[in-house]
Nanobody
Framework: QVQLVESGGGSVQAGGSLRLSCAAS?????MAWFRQAPGQKREGVAFIDKNDWTMYASSVKGRFSVSRDNAKNALYLQMNSLKPEDTAMYYC????????????????WGQGTQVTVSS
């Protein structure tokens, strides 16, 4: 069992930046960030594997960057050039055996951190 705790969310104006962090209780090779806005489906945002291979949703490519610190069992999401449509609850996930942005493959989820972007 892996516990995940997100932090770093907040309110920013469009064009601003935020850095999300996820503290894991143990090491897992594949980790990802997801988000879900009210009334919307959950969306996979960014994935990173044990070798730092990454994958991004087209909606955030070029603006968001995922990274990890294996020594600290930590996952990060640097979000730049934020847009109002990035407003959502952001979740850290782990436990997938695949390189995937499909949440159905993930066994462990954090409680989420809210990101609100105003225009």
């Amino acid at each position: 069992q892996v516990q995940l705790v997100e932090s770093g969310g907040g309110s920013v104006q469009a064009g601003g930046s935020l850095r999300l962090s996820c503290a894991a209780s143990g090491y897992t090779p594949n980790m990802a960030w997801f988000r879900q806005a009210p009334g919307q489906k959950r969306e996979g945002v960014a994935f990173i594997d044990k070798n730092d291979w990454t994958m991004y949703a087209s909606s955030v490519k070029g603006r968001f960057s995922v990274s990890r610190d294996n020594a600290k069992n930590a996952l990060y999401l640097q979000m730049n050039s934020l847009k109002p449509e990035d407003t959502a609850m952001y979740y850290c996930a782990a436990g997938s055996r695949l390189r995937s942005l499909d949440g159905r493959w993930y066994n462990y989820w954090g409680q989420g951190t809210q990101v609100t972007v105003s225009s």
